[in-house]
């Protein structure tokens, strides 16, 4: 089992990453750094995007409206630390 839980950690550690590469490429797309029109980072937005939406939509809607500011990726950033910090060690202390 513990085994189990350290698999979901590191599957917690590469969705934190996808989520700061959402953020980064969402702020360079915003300041045409990179061509939305490029087929391949129009992929890489896309895929990006179908990963981590569902996610951030059901926060989003949780929220107040900040105007153009969405803290929802950190929002969705402080959970999973929270999930990975307290919620996975308490469940592994069970195991032991």
């Given at each position: 089992?513990?085994?189990?839980?350290?698999?979901?950690s590191m599957?917690i550690?590469?969705?934190?990453?996808?989520?700061?590469a959402?953020?980064i490429m969402?702020?360079l797309?915003?300041?045409?750094?990179?061509?939305?029109?490029n087929?391949m980072?129009?992929?890489?937005?896309?895929?990006?995007?179908?990963?981590?939406?569902?996610v951030?939509n059901?926060i989003?809607?949780m929220l107040?409206n900040?105007?153009?500011?969405?803290?929802?990726?950190?929002?969705l950033?402080?959970?999973?630390?929270?999930i990975?910090s307290?919620?996975?060690?308490?469940?592994?202390?069970?195991f032991?």
């Amino acid at each position: 089992m513990i085994e189990l839980l350290g698999f979901i950690s590191m599957l917690i550690d590469f969705y934190k990453y996808i989520v700061l590469a959402v953020v980064i490429m969402g702020w360079l797309l915003a300041f045409s750094v990179i061509n939305s029109r490029n087929p391949m980072v129009h992929q890489i937005w896309q895929m990006l995007l179908a990963v981590t939406e569902p996610v951030l939509n059901p926060i989003r809607r949780m929220l107040p409206n900040f105007g153009a500011v969405d803290i929802s990726p950190i929002v969705l950033l402080f959970g999973l630390i929270f999930i990975q910090s307290v919620v996975l060690p308490n469940i592994a202390k069970l195991f032991l």
